[in-house]
Nanobody
Framework: QVQLVESGGGLVQAGGSLRLSCAASGRIFNINTVGWYRQAPGKQRDLVATIANGGRANYADSVKGRFTISRDNAKNTVSLQMDSLKPEDTAVYYC????????WGRGTQVTVSS
């Protein structure tokens, strides 16, 4: 059974930084694009950043220039470096691995205080 586990969430002041990591375990193959999504209370789950197999990254406009996504294909991990955090970044962050099906982590809470 495939499992994705996020880590690195927590409480940080505005302007601070956090680094999220997600590790996939189990029999997962043919991983394509991986990414991060977030969902704030009362809002939809939105794409934050994705990174393709070759390393090409895409970012939501709201995080562009502040967040950096990376992946380690050998370890089946994806990370999200979050700098210059804002209160509006507060959300549960979910990692996503795309194969023939999509796999999702359970989420990690990021809270940014004013």
């Amino acid at each position: 059974q495939v499992q994705l586990v996020e880590s690195g969430g927590g409480l940080v002041q505005a302007g601070g930084s956090l680094r999220l990591s997600c590790a996939a375990s189990g029999r997962i193959f043919n991983i394509n694009t991986v990414g991060w999504y977030r969902q704030a209370p009362g809002k939809q789950r939105d794409l934050v950043a994705t990174i393709a197999n070759g390393g090409r990254a895409n970012y939501a406009d709201s995080v562009k220039g502040r967040f950096t996504i990376s992946r380690d294909n050998a370890k089946n991990t994806v990370s999200l470096q979050m700098d210059s955090l804002k209160p509006e970044d507060t959300a549960v962050y979910y990692c996503n691995f795309r194969t023939y099906v999509d796999y999702w982590g359970r989420g990690t809470q990021v809270t940014v205080s004013s």
